[in-house]
């Protein structure tokens, strides 16, 4: 059974920075990829960084070179440390996984979710 949990959510300033945690649990970590979506009120759930099993990365173009997503296999954690925040990046942030290789910023492409963690940004 494929667990998901966020931490690290909060209200920040903008231009300053968070780190998001996904400890996840119940699959081999190796054999999955995983991603952190968002959603904003009103709007759809869109894809900000996944990452692939063999650690290759892909952002979405609105977080190049703010947000950087990571993996700790030891800790089977998955992290998204976001610089530079804007207003526009309050959402509700989710990590999601499935079975696979590739990165994939489709949210129908995963099957596995958390219950997700509130960024604010003001």
């Known amino acids: 059974h494929v667990q998901l949990v966020e931490s690290g959510g909060g209200s920040v300033q903008a231009g300053g920075s968070l780190r998001l945690s996904c400890a996840a649990s119940?699959?081999?970590?190796?054999?999955?990829?995983m991603g952190w979506f968002r959603q904003a009120p009103g709007k759809e759930r869109e894809g900000v960084a996944a990452?692939?099993?063999?650690?290759?990365?892909r952002y979405a173009d609105s977080v190049k070179g703010r947000f950087t997503i990571s993996k700790d296999y030891a800790k089977n954690t998955l992290y998204l440390q976001m610089n530079s925040l804007k207003p526009e990046d309050t959402a509700m942030y989710y990590c999601?996984?499935?079975?696979?290789?590739?990165?994939?910023?489709?949210?129908?492409?995963?099957?596995?979710w958390g219950q997700g963690t509130q960024v604010t940004v003001s």
């Open positions: 119940g699959y081999t970590y190796s054999r999955y990829f």
């Open positions: 999601a996984a499935d079975y696979g290789l590739g990165t994939s910023l489709v949210a129908n492409e995963y099957n596995y």
């Open positions: 990452i692939a099993s063999d650690g290759s990365t």
